[in-house]
């Protein structure tokens, strides 16, 4: 079979689907792309067993159908040398030699058979789910949550990302135990209630390609797995098995003492006086009075210490109360708007982040923190 295509539109296609290739393979074949010819179309292909992502291109200019298995690696390597120019792809499916022909030369590697790669899960019709969204509402649950996932092998199901569809809105929820992230839409409302475990390394596939994306995405899933469904594009991903945690039960309800803060300002601050925390627990301390915010961290082991103080509006009891700096800023980085409120009861109780403004109706984020004891 042949076929002739754009350097960079099949560079720009392939990047984005290697992400899935992993880099110690259960099986050989994996390190490959799978090249799938049927009509005009190119259907690449890549997995690690756990997530499958293919992409269609449209062809001009193609004679014969067939499947070959090309080296990751290898192929991407080569075409990141190439200036934009139409490639000529010569490909024998029985000897599985490839020539490669440019404008000024030719290249000549063997493929592997593609009958070898793994056949890509169905969805049970029985028991599915099925909802179509706009790339914006999937990107933004995804990168609001993404970084709050955990990464205990003994606790799976905190690795994730939790999606729950209601007939009141879409929510996004992570968390490692230490902090926790909630977003909800409004706008997506679904017939029925229902809800899975995406795993990490797709949601963090998706998030890398739905910038690209214009039109609406359709989401199916079943009890095994999730299909995403969107020009030109299909991810599937196995989902994480097991039921996660009362999230909602964690999220204090009454928090009488509130401080509004500039977030960059707090974010900056915050970076600063951590280097002067004990690297092993990171703590920093946080003493709020009046309208003021006192930052401080030391090590005592080192004898350095960093105290910064900032304005705030705050409405409460004096409260002194202890966070993990590192986690602390995850938080404030991931957030957009430009001040925060943070919702305190008492220091033995998880802080609340809120944005203080949000343009989006439709939109609810918020950001949790378990706090640490300060030693007196």
């Known amino acids: 079979m042949n076929f002739v295509i754009s350097s960079s539109h099949l560079l ?5 689907v290697s992400k899935v290739v992993g880099a110690k393979n259960a099986l050989p074949i994996l390190d490959n792309l799978l090249f799938d010819i049927k009509g005009k179309t190119l259907q690449v292909t890549a997995s690690d067993l756990e997530s499958t992502l293919t992409s269609k291109l449209e062809l001009e200019t193609v004679e014969g159908e067939g499947i070959i298995a090309i080296d990751a690696k290898r192929i991407l390597e080569i075409l990141k040398e190439f200036p934009e120019q139409p490639l000529n792809f010569n490909i024998d499916t029985e000897s599985l030699k490839i020539d490669i022909i440019s404008e000024n030369g030719k290249y000549s590697l063997i493929g592997q058979s593609g009958d070898e790669f793994p056949q890509i899960p169905a969805i049970k019709s029985d028991n599915v789910n099925r909802i ?26 905190m690795n994730g990302i939790f999606i729950e569809l209601t007939t009141s809105g879409i929510t996004f929820v992570a968390t490692d135990a230490h902090k926790l992230v909630r977003y909800k839409r409004k706008e997506i409302k679904a017939e029925t209630e229902s809800a899975f475990i995406l795993p990490k390394k797709p949601a963090a596939i998706l998030k890398g390609i739905l910038p690209k994306a214009f039109s609406d995405i359709t989401l199916e899933f079943d009890n095994k797995n999730a299909f995403f469904n969107f020009e030109g594009f299909q991810l599937v991903c196995r989902l994480v098995e097991g039921v996660y945690p009362s999230y909602d039960s964690v999220i204090p309800k009454d928090n009488p003492n509130k401080m509004i803060v500039d977030r960059v300002e707090f974010y900056s601050t915050m970076k600063r006086v951590s280097i ?14 009046g309208n003021q915010l006192t930052i401080s961290a030391q090590d005592i082991d080192y004898s350095i210490s960093g105290q ?4 705030c509006q705050y ?16 938080i404030l980085h991931n957030l957009s708007t430009t001040e925060i409120v943070l919702e305190l009861s008492d ?14 109706q439709d939109e609810e984020i918020l950001m949790l923190i378990m706090p640490m004891m300060i030693n007196s």
Do not use: C, W
Request: charged share 20%; no cysteine.
């Open 347 to 360: 220091p033995t109780r998880a802080g609340i982040i809120l944005p203080k403004d949000n343009d989006n």
């Open 308 to 311: 910064e103080t900032i304005n």
């Open 12 to 16: 720009g296609h392939l990047q984005l």
């Open 132 to 157: 179509d969204m706009s790339p914006d509402i999937l990107y933004s649950g995804i990168s609001s949550a993404i970084f709050a996932t955990g990464e205990d092998e003994l606790r799976p199901v």
């Open 315 to 330: 409405s409460g009891d004096e409260m002194q109360i202890g966070f993990k700096s590192n986690f602390f800023i995850d």
């Open 276 to 289: 002067f925390s004990n690297q092993a627990s990171n703590l920093v301390a946080l003493s709020i009075s």
